[in-house]
């Protein structure tokens, strides 16, 4: 039987992208370590980094780490969208597995989930769904320290602009959206232990303006954020007007003053190369370091050939290869220091 999951607190993630959560014990990290790795759930190598092989080669990233985030699928035994990927190669990749392991070299677990999706617009169903995702985390010496609900609003709430033609979502208002994303969070009570949980929405495709009245929202609801991360992609502006350094520092103001950390996901846009993916990714770094400096935390994160995920994904080793994800990171965090 697997251990019982604590209950989801605090969980969002905007679609700018944006996350939320505070990070909680085990596995707390000094302030210095703000990084946080999300490789693609379907690249090649992913359960390689977790042998005694694959450690070796990405070693100094993995001690700038705060956290290494999963995303959902990859933690179930069978996923088509995973590529070789699967439970049972993270927990085979060592004796003690791949959760248990992370957790002793002090790096936190995090986990990207749906709290509102177009396919299951109830909250509470998508809570229970992540609960028994993690279950083998627990079971196997892991803990899940945050989860970062996967842009509830943008799935939510009516489709726009040339958007209408390319996805059905769930037409709800605002608030109607803050009441799904509360039942997400109350999905397991009562808890054993607790998670923070925080949020991801996208910039500009959502203004600094929405964004706002969307954590308004779910604060009314009784969902408090820990932390919000945005997901910035300033090739979807929606309007000419946009100053992504004025809303940046904006946004860091409002947060703050509610006490809910800032982090920043900071991926590549060129997914036919890897060089490409990797300028885009670290010009992106520089724009968000000359705006507000350094966030809570930023999450470099896999980029594929297309926004929707598929395609090649990017290697994540070795550390020394310009192009995989561990370079980024090694690279990336010194942009921030």
């Not at 929405?201 to 959502?206: A, I, T």
Request: a neutral charge.
């Amino acid at each position: 039987m697997y251990k019982k999951v604590p209950q989801l607190l605090g969980i969002l993630v905007f679609a700018a992208s944006v996350a939320c959560g505070r990070p909680t014990s085990p596995s707390a990290t000094t302030a210095d370590r703000f990084a946080i790795m999300a490789p693609a759930s379907a690249s090649a190598d992913l359960a390689t980094m977790f042998t005694e092989a694959g450690a070796a080669d990405w070693a100094d990233a993995r001690s700038k780490l705060r956290g290494f985030q999963f995303y959902q699928q990859s933690l179930r035994s069978f996923c088509t969208t995973c590529g070789p990927n699967n439970l049972s190669r993270f927990l085979d990749a060592r004796p003690s597995g791949a959760f248990a392991w992370l957790a002793a070299q002090g790096i936190q677990i995090g986990v990207e989930a749906g709290a509102v999706k177009e396919h299951t617009c109830d909250g509470r169903e998508l809570g229970r769904v992540v609960i028994d995702d993690m279950q083998p985390v627990y079971s196997t010496g892991g803990h899940v320290t945050f989860i970062a609900m996967d842009e509830p609003f943008t799935a939510a709430l009516p489709v726009r602009g040339a958007d209408a033609a390319a996805m059905s979502r769930c037409d709800f208002s605002i608030d109607e959206t803050g009441v799904q994303v509360k039942a997400f969070v109350d999905a397991r009570k009562p808890p054993p232990r607790a998670s923070g949980s925080g949020r991801r929405e996208p910039y500009p495709f959502f203004t600094v303006d929405e964004i706002m009245l969307f954590i308004v929202a779910m604060d009314n609801a009784g969902v408090q954020l820990p932390f919000f991360r945005l997901d910035l992609d300033l090739r979807h502006r929606r309007n000419e007007d946009t100053n992504s350094t004025a809303d940046l520092k904006r946004l860091r103001d409002f947060l703050s003053n509610r006490r809910i950390d800032f982090e920043v996901i900071v991926t590549g846009y060129d997914g036919k190369t890897d060089a490409g993916a990797v300028a885009s990714a670290m010009a992106l770094a520089y724009e968000v370091q000359g705006a507000i400096g350094r966030p809570h935390a930023v999450s470099f994160q896999d980029w594929s050939s297309d926004r929707s995920g598929t395609g090649t994904s990017a290697v994540n080793l070795p550390e020394r290869q310009v192009g995989s994800l561990a370079w980024l990171v090694n690279n990336g965090v010194d942009v921030f220091r």
